[in-house]
């Protein structure tokens, strides 16, 4: 059975960095064609894709969000983690993380979100 | 990056009806298969993934929910609609990095 459950502040401050971790059960990000995805829902808005990391280290990026955005795996801790800098209000939003395999499904097991605030 | 449009925006319909919601590609998103996912998300709750690769069916979805492509304009269809079935549904490309997703489409009681 696969689960993912994000972790990390519910609150933070304008210019900080916010730490997100993702950790999962249920499939090894060791495995091939296997990967993680981060996507966020600001309140009352739409999905956005944020990035993704394969089984390889392969990591793609929203090209928007590029700059700010990293990325990292730790296959022993079965965690992926996201970091992202220079936090403005306007990144409030419910961060998910979700399971992928190339070529197949896209997003088929999901966490169940993590809202962040983003306030002074 | 690719922009996947929805529409309806909103849609009102009742129990028992048969909805089509409609997302269109700016470019293609088929390759050797059409890379388009489709999503149900109830409030405050993770979606849920219901069609992939445009057409198949996830395990364990009900039968009445069905996906098509025709170039780069894309159907979810729901047949008779059960009370279940009233949430927001979302489209998604995983052709081309960014995996842009649409805009959504809220399906509502009439």
């Known amino acids: 059975q696969i689960t993912l459950k994000e972790s990390g502040p519910t609150l933070v401050k304008p210019t900080q960095t916010l730490t997100l971790t993702c950790t999962f059960s249920g499939f090894s990000l060791s495995t091939s064609t296997v990967g993680v995805g981060w996507i966020r829902q600001p309140p009352g808005e739409a999905l956005e894709w944020l990035a993704l990391i394969y089984w390889d280290d392969d990591k793609r990026y929203s090209p928007s969000l590029k700059n700010r955005l990293t990325i990292t795996k730790d296959t022993s801790k079965n965690q992926v983690v996201l970091t992202m800098t220079n936090m403005d209000p306007v990144d409030t939003a419910t961060y998910y993380c979700?399971?992928?395999?190339?070529?197949?499904?896209?997003?088929?097991?999901w966490g169940q979100g993590t809202l962040v605030t983003v306030s002074s | 990056d690719i922009q996947m449009t929805q529409s309806p925006s909103t849609l009102s319909a009742s129990v028992g009806d048969t909805v089509t919601i409609t997302c269109r590609a700016s470019?293609?998103?088929?390759?050797?298969?059409?890379?388009l996912a489709w999503y149900q998300q109830k409030p405050g709750k993770a979606p849920k993934l219901l069609i992939y690769k445009a057409s198949s069916l996830e395990s364990g979805v009900p039968s009445r929910f069905s996906g098509s492509a025709s170039g780069t304009e894309f159907t979810l269809t729901i047949s008779s609609l059960q009370p279940d079935d009233f949430a927001t549904y979302y489209c998604q490309q995983y052709n081309i990095f960014p995996y842009t997703f649409g805009q959504g489409t809220k399906l509502e009681i009439k």
């Open positions: 470019q293609s998103i088929s390759s050797f298969t059409t890379w």
């Open positions: 979700a399971h992928s395999r190339y070529g197949a499904k896209s997003l088929d097991y």
